[in-house]
């Protein structure tokens, strides 16, 4: 069974930094593409960032400069390393999966969604 494991969310000023990671287990492939989603109280889910297995990258407009996807493809592994972060930062991350990198990274198209991990960012 396929299993996606975010870590890495927390508390945390705003300016400073945090890295999640995911890691997929039980996948005897490599995902085409994965990512992170998150959604803040409120406020629907919204694209963060994106990276397929080639190294193509999408950021959502409001991390732009700010947030840097990292993978390790064979590994299954991707990170997002978020730098100066802001309040408006704060939510529920979720790492996503899909087989297929047609642009762009939707939901709907994500065959394999991690359980989420908390993000807080204090003003």
């Known amino acids: 069974q396929v299993r996606l494991a975010e870590s890495g969310g927390g508390l945390v000023q705003a300016g400073g930094s945090l890295r999640l990671s995911c890691v997929a287990t039980?996948?005897?492939?490599?995902?085409?593409?994965m990512g992170w989603y998150r959604q803040a109280p409120g406020k629907q889910r919204e694209l963060v960032a994106s990276?397929?297995?080639?190294?193509?990258?999408i950021y959502g407009d409001s991390v732009k400069g700010r947030f840097t996807i990292i993978r390790e493809t064979r590994e299954n592994t991707v990170y997002l390393q978020m730098n100066s972060l802001k309040s408006e930062d704060t939510g529920v991350y979720y790492c996503?999966?899909?087989?297929?990198?047609?642009?762009?990274?939707?939901?709907?198209?994500?065959?394999?969604w991690g359980q989420g991990t908390q993000v807080t960012v204090s003003s």
């Open positions: 996503a999966a899909r087989l297929g990198d047609r642009p762009p990274f939707a939901a709907a198209e994500c065959n394999y």
């Open positions: 039980g996948s005897t492939f490599t995902f085409d593409d």
């Open positions: 990276i397929t297995a080639a190294g193509a990258r």
